[in-house]
């Protein structure tokens, strides 16, 4: 019986991006995440298993829902750069709970800055004014032209006003977006300064990889009905915005997971009762996203497993649709008699073949 | 630059097995794990995550020595068999601490058999009498056969004598291991009742899939001087020897992992404070594995991270010393600019090409 894993790598991604487009398989994560968000407490919420090191972090991040079990191994080396390799990879692997076998393994360096995006621009159509149309791009490295197409897509942003301390990285984000076929309609402005690129936008993202306590947004940077997008400070002694503006008396903070915030996010520079929400009761309608046009709306975002198994139910439900052309891996042995492990290791059985995508043992599983 | 994943599924583990013999896989490995227990102090020793479900449990075990880190994982689904399925299937992935690259994923059905063979096997070789040349072999499941070529390399064992309550399962046995040409000196002995298997043994080895508190073993049937490798109660709820043999006043038990041990072990029944050794003292020679020949020692093994990062370790060396054949994925991306992963996923950029198997990037990686 064969029980082939399906195996999404780095060539796999490309060609799904490129079939279906960045913009749709943003969208339709989008719409995944917020589903998951939506039933919340159908999850197990573990807390990530980090292993430190003097040059970096290496976490496993589980999370199920009693039908799906996930997990993403991600690293976070700063000095990889050095050596031309990525600060941060990942991938991860989603398995039936039903039987514990493993349904695919996937990269997702790729999927986590595509779910990453995703979630600040679901959280901004609750969190930003309706009327939004131009947002400020702080910091351009991997996550930028992500966050681009997202809020262009489902926040209707169609100003991008970009800065970066490197001049090539923003050039390089105005190249890869006028590459983008859906972004004819997007204006890309370059600034000289952070305040220049916030000036007169609706919503700023900031997206840097400053390694510290930053003062990259300022109260002055701030006006009324902004909605602040704050995805880079996103580990203990890494933030991005000045406490004053979440204690600004018209802020409101709203944050993936309160626990994990509080250690990670923008909000661990705050005392620990300081008040915010969560992004479940966001979407369940117990709380607003936003009261008031002039609120100044926080999404505090350090990225949550529930998002990654999102991200991974979403991929094996691509494959499936998409068909044709995915690859399998002999992760777990098919055996004709589970008893016999040795024979049918050393005997001359027809096991591990590849096998087309299968459905799930379990019919629970297949949602 | 290319910084591709080495894969070994079930094929190559396949391939690798009848290339260099199960024998030399087991003798090896029991070297390589005997080396990481010696140097047990460098392991962080993470507690597992387990997830667990009304059909079963999903885990994750964590291992590293500061210099590579580790993770198997691993599923326990009972009723898996009647679908065809393995009860327990596991894969385990290796990665490089300084960059936090992952460097191999691998299955781990059959390396996890592998590997809990060499480390009873190396157990017995300090806690057995050197004269030990006949085993009661009780359960002939999937580790029967991996056992018994284990103590018949390692501890010079030339008689087995298998029991199991499916008559079956013994001829299974009795076929595979006829079939291993290593073997023409091992007499095997199919027995009527566990009490005959294990008269005139001097090693028993329990490997039943019993669900509870059992007594397979019961004192009856234990004689001075003999070695018990109890490795079948492995959570709890699932033992497999009558307490009283723990107790005997000349029974002198060993376990992996003592805080693992007492919640897993066969010495989950015991009181907390009964007095155990770890198999790590074993091997430093801080305490001896037997005292005098007429104890009877007690391997308790539950199965411990540590020797899988050592199984996994030793695949990834046999693979750099086999060369040729081996397979890689991409599951992490190689990009030529780091920022701009935009760019090299939906551009043209030449990634994600095929590469042989690698060195490391970090000199202390490469032991």
């Known amino acids: 019986m064969d029980r082939m894993v399906s195996y999404i790598g780095f060539a796999e991604i490309q060609t799904l991006l490129r079939r279906i487009g960045t913009a749709r398989f943003i969208a339709e994560l989008a719409k995944e995440i917020e589903a998951d968000y939506r039933r919340w407490s159908d999850f197990q919420h573990s807390p990530r298993l980090a292993s430190h090191?003097?040059?970096?972090?290496?976490?496993?991040?589980?999370?199920?829902?009693?039908?799906?079990?996930?997990?993403?191994?991600?690293?976070?080396?700063?000095?990889?750069?050095?050596?031309?390799?990525?600060?941060?990879?990942?991938?991860?692997?989603?398995?039936?709970?039903?039987?514990?076998?493993?349904?695919?393994?996937?990269?997702?360096?790729?999927?986590?800055?595509?779910?990453?995006?995703a979630m600040s621009a679901l959280a901004a159509t609750y969190m930003a004014r309706s009327d939004s149309r131009s947002m400020a791009m702080i910091g351009c490295g991997a996550q930028a032209e992500f966050q681009a197409i997202a809020f262009h897509t489902l926040c209707g942003i169609r100003e991008l006003r970009?800065?970066?301390?490197?001049?090539?990285?923003?050039?390089?984000?105005?190249?890869?977006l006028r590459s983008v076929p859906d972004l004819v309609d997007l204006?890309?402005?370059?600034a000289e300064t952070t305040a220049a690129a916030c000036d007169g936008a609706d919503v700023i993202t900031t997206a840097t990889a400053d390694k510290r306590n930053a003062f990259i947004l300022t109260p002055s940077m701030v006006?009324?009905?902004?909605?602040?997008?704050?995805?880079g400070g996103d580990c203990p002694g890494k933030t991005e915005l000045d406490p004053n503006i979440?204690?600004?008396?018209?802020?409101?903070?709203?944050?993936?997971?309160?626990?994990?915030?509080?250690?990670?996010?923008?909000?661990?520079?705050?005392?620990?009762?300081?008040?915010?929400?969560?992004?479940?009761?966001?979407?369940?309608?117990?709380?607003?996203?936003?009261?008031?046009?002039?609120?100044?709306?926080?999404?505090?975002?350090?990225?949550?497993?529930?998002?990654?198994?999102?991200?991974l139910r979403y991929l094996l439900r691509l494959l499936r649709e998409e068909g044709a052309g995915t690859r399998t891996?002999?992760?777990?042995?098919?055996?004709?008699?589970?008893?016999d492990l040795f024979g049918e290791v050393l005997g001359e059985a027809e096991v591990g073949r590849q096998a087309a995508v299968q459905p799930p043992l379990c019919a629970t599983t297949s949602s």
Chains 1, 2 share one sequence.
């Not at 690293?75 to 990942?90: D, K």
């Not at 204006?187 to 370059?190: D, K, L, P, T």
């Open 53 to 117: 090191s003097a040059t970096g972090v290496i976490e496993l991040m589980p999370a199920t829902d009693g039908k799906l079990f996930s997990f993403k191994y991600v690293n976070g080396h700063p000095a990889n750069t050095a050596s031309g390799l990525l600060t941060v990879t990942a991938f991860g692997v989603l398995a039936e709970v039903c039987t514990g076998y493993p349904l695919l393994v996937a990269e997702m360096t790729v999927a986590t800055a595509l779910r990453t995006a």
């Open 246 to 311: 979440l204690l600004l008396p018209t802020a409101r903070i709203v944050v993936e997971y309160e626990r994990q915030a509080r250690i990670e996010g923008e909000i661990q520079r705050l005392p620990a009762g300081h008040p915010v929400h969560e992004f479940t009761d966001v979407v369940s309608g117990a709380v607003t996203g936003r009261e008031h046009p002039d609120e100044i709306t926080i999404f505090d975002s350090v990225g949550f497993a529930l998002e990654d198994h999102s991200a």
């Open 223 to 231: 006006r009324q009905g902004m909605h602040l997008n704050a995805i």
């Open 162 to 176: 970009v800065r970066d301390i490197d001049p090539g990285s923003m050039a390089k984000v105005e190249r890869n």
């Open 187 to 190: 204006r890309i402005v370059r």
């Open 329 to 339: 891996i002999d992760l777990v042995p098919a055996l004709r008699d589970p008893r």
